[in-house]
């Protein structure tokens, strides 16, 4: 994988996984797959370079 990093990089992954969960709360099944379309998108943007992107998902897919 070129740049991506997969070591552990959060201040806090508990506090934004709570975090996560809350912005969930109250949303149905497609309004819960809606906002994390978004997110991907935002952070893809962030992110900007598709060939970290692409190796996202091939990580999160399990076939890096």
Request: hydrophobic share 50%.
């Amino acid at each position: 994988m070129s740049g991506l990093n997969l070591d552990p990089n959060f201040d806090n992954a508990d506090d934004f996984y709570a975090a996560l969960l809350a912005a969930h709360d109250g949303l149905d099944e497609s309004d819960m797959h809606a906002l994390n379309a978004r997110l991907i998108l935002i952070l893809a943007n962030h992110i900007g370079d598709n060939a970290i992107l692409e190796d996202a998902l091939r990580a999160a897919r399990g076939t890096s």
